[in-house]
């Protein structure tokens, strides 16, 4: 196990609604990546927070926010739900004044969206 | 054509066997690249990682980058039941501290007794 947390494990939401999904870094860790993996696809990378500022972003539409926190947990919000939201939620954290190519992925939170 | 071209399999091998996963990829500016395992509902966890060209070898596990033909390689020795999962390859640029990978689709591997 990587020490990285993600809750909760599963959700069913119906389009339009809202989600936030929750992630607790690795001990030690000030960076947390979130990802979204559609069945048989890689990760997709939504957006990385390092030290509570968002510090890169990837294809995603606005309606995919996120928060970290001093203790560098991290959330990730979705508005107004689309049947493609639909998939697997990663958060990963990483320790970048060591190795940034070194990160460890939580287990997931799989969204459901009808 | 996608950045990471990797094919979805299923890969299917006897138990002993050795088993060679790979990718492709276009973008020559990256630099790192990473070899991930994935189980069935969970997250990817780090198998190896690469710094531009050549070898690295970790026990059962082999990784190759020859950048001048944008191929990756992953063998993996005497396959295991317990190897039976999804392996992602990921690439990224040098860039700061920070690195953004991007990810192949993943190779399902089934290693049968």
């Known amino acids: 196990e990587t020490g990285v947390t993600q809750s909760p494990t599963h959700l069913i939401k119906t389009r339009g609604q809202q989600v936030t999904l929750r992630c607790s870094s690795q001990?030690?860790?000030?960076?947390v990546s979130w990802y979204q993996q559609a069945l048989g696809q890689g990760p997709q990378f939504i957006f990385q927070?390092?030290?509570?500022?968002?510090?890169g972003r990837g294809n995603f539409p606005p309606r995919f926010s996120g928060l970290q926190f001093p203790n560098y947990s991290s959330e990730l919000n979705v508005n107004a739900l689309e049947l493609d939201d639909s998939a697997l939620y990663l958060c990963?954290?990483?320790?970048?004044?060591?190795?940034?190519?070194?990160?460890?992925f939580g287990p997931g939170t799989r969204l459901l969206v009808l | 054509q996608k950045e990471v071209e990797q094919d979805p399999g299923p890969l299917s091998v006897p138990e002993g066997a050795i088993v060679s996963l790979n990718c492709t990829y276009s973008n020559s500016a990256f630099q790192y690249f990473m070899w991930y395992r994935q189980y069935s509902r969970k997250g990817p966890e780090l198998l190896m990682y690469t710094y531009s060209s050549g070898n690295k070898e970790d026990g059962r596990f082999t990784a190759q980058v020859d950048k001048s033909s944008k191929y990756i390689s992953l063998f993996i020795r005497d396959s295991q039941p317990s190897d039976s999962a999804t392996y992602l390859c990921?690439?990224?640029?040098?860039?700061?501290?920070?690195?953004?990978?991007?990810f192949g689709r993943g190779t399902s591997l089934i290693v049968h007794p």
């Open positions: 990963a954290s990483s320790k970048t004044e060591v190795s940034g190519k070194t990160q460890y």
């Open positions: 001990s030690g860790h000030n960076t």
């Open positions: 927070y390092y030290r509570e500022e968002e510090n």
């Open positions: 990921a690439m990224s640029l040098a860039s700061g501290g920070s690195y953004i990978p991007t």
